[in-house]
């Protein structure tokens, strides 16, 4: 965890701003930590309880920042205020919770999730962003030759497109900007529906469903129950099992065009996934139409270049603990932050980039191979063999281009990218 600094100041200012006396005190700090988390661009609020108190961290471009300390009563009461907004059973602290926020409540998306712990309950706040932002694909920034894969393969009236990546990738972004780009290309002449597990934004002009697993109705069985609603466009939130898999794709080969989203390292692998999910290579291969995977990395402030700031000093200046309201602790004097740049509170990064791999099976002797059950490294093999660029020969070029830094590479890609940059 990085130390907030900057984030910790300014939300404390905002906070002492309060009256601990007043009736509607603690709506009143629900209310700053949504307001305030967005206006640092925070894309997650964490609210986890220890044994004295309640750490509150905010996820920013993909890293998390300690931002403030509450007392245990004071935390367990914002806990159950946001348990209210979201319209979940503040007398159950026992079981998994989730909701979202009512619409009277925030402007913009806002769900809420709950997980029993051993010092009481932790609450994880996901800040959707907004609908007017990566609205499209061209959006995104992606790279050209991706970019149009993808715009073409949209196009289709049929087949599979698999958006793969590890969890916070920007998978599900980029799902929703295809299903608008889908719209924007049909002028909203073809049906668009969605299976999702939850629905992270409304989307307009798109029917969006969510899967009850518990009612029987899952990802599976929904795709086909979907198929009887004359669909021309499906998305499929994320293809977990063989069973799924199989749907989506003989949903694909009865004339619909399907995206979905995936795990998996490479696109490249991604498709040898899917074939130990026991799918027929003849199946995937008839109906996949393109596999985009992606990562998000952190950019580069305008106060830090790849070669002037040694990779120590990243992270912002200590927090200097002052005297505090009583339900709060840890705030550094505003001398202490003199020296950190305003924009990105001394982390050295601001903003995220997009860095992205497509895989089609297109070409006759990948194609071959993979009919034959070839596995991930021969694939690579061969996919490189046509000149297709990887995600590592993106990193490198991103890092020769000053944008992000080797140790932003490793962190998000971990010892390959080490590896390619010492062979």
């Not at 009481?120 to 932002?133: M, P, T």
């Not at 129950?225 to 694909?252: C, H, K, M, N």
């Not at 982390?347 to 791999?357: D, I, K, N, S, W």
């Not at 490198?396 to 390959?416: D, K």
Request: net charge neutral; charged share 20%; hydrophobic share 40%.
């Amino acid at each position: 965890m990085q130390d907030g600094g900057r984030l910790t100041s300014s939300f404390a200012a905002a906070v002492n701003r309060l009256s601990p006396r007043d009736d509607a005190y603690v709506p009143a700090v629900v209310s700053t930590i949504l307001q305030e988390s967005r206006q640092q661009r925070a894309s997650d609020v964490h609210l986890v309880p220890e044994e004295t108190q309640l750490r509150m961290q905010w996820r920013i471009d993909g890293v998390l920042h300690g931002v403030a300390r509450f007392d245990r009563e004071l935390g367990a009461r914002l806990i159950a205020r946001f348990k209210v907004l979201a319209g979940l059973l503040t007398y159950r602290t026992e079981v998994p919770q989730e909701g979202r926020v009512a619409r009277e409540h925030s402007a913009q998306e806002v769900r809420v999730s709950t997980f029993p712990t051993l010092y009481g309950e932790k609450a994880a706040i996901r800040l959707f962003a907004d609908n007017d932002q990566l609205r499209l694909p061209c959006e995104l920034g992606l790279p050209t030759e991706i970019l149009n894969s993808l715009t073409a393969a949209l196009s289709e009236t049929s087949g599979v497109i698999l958006l793969s990546g590890p969890s916070g990738s920007g998978k599900t972004t980029s799902a929703y900007a295809c299903l608008r780009e889908v719209l924007q290309q049909s002028g909203h002449s073809r049906c668009v529906m969605t299976l999702e597990d939850p629905i992270e934004s409304s989307l307009p002009g798109v029917t969006q469903a969510q899967v009850r697993p518990v009612a029987g109705f899952d990802l599976a069985s929904g795709v086909k129950s979907l198929l009887r609603q004359d669909p021309d466009v499906i998305l499929v939130g994320e293809i977990r099992d063989a069973a799924t898999a199989e749907a989506v794709f003989q949903a694909a080969l009865t004339g619909h065009l399907v995206i979905s989203t995936f795990h998996a390292g490479t696109a490249v692998e991604a498709m040898a996934r899917l074939l130990e999910m026991q799918l027929e290579p003849y199946l995937i291969r008839s109906a996949l139409r393109l596999v985009v995977c992606q990562r998000l990395l952190r950019k580069l402030c305008q106060c830090r270049t790849a070669t002037s700031v040694p990779s120590a000093a990243f992270s912002a200046n200590p927090a200097i603990p002052l005297t505090s309201p009583d339900n709060f602790s840890g705030f550094p004097t505003e001398s202490s932050l003199a020296s950190v740049c305003s924009r990105c509170g001394g982390t050295g990064y601001f903003g995220r980039l997009v860095l992205a791999e497509s895989q089609q099976l297109e070409d006759p002797e990948l194609a071959a191979a993979f009919l034959q059950r070839a596995d991930a490294r021969h694939l690579q093999s061969l996919a490189s063999a046509q000149g297709v660029i990887s995600l590592q020969q993106r990193a490198q070029q991103a890092v020769q281009e000053g944008r992000t830094s080797h140790e932003e590479v490793f962190r998000v890609m971990g010892r390959g990218f080490q590896m390619l940059q010492n062979s």
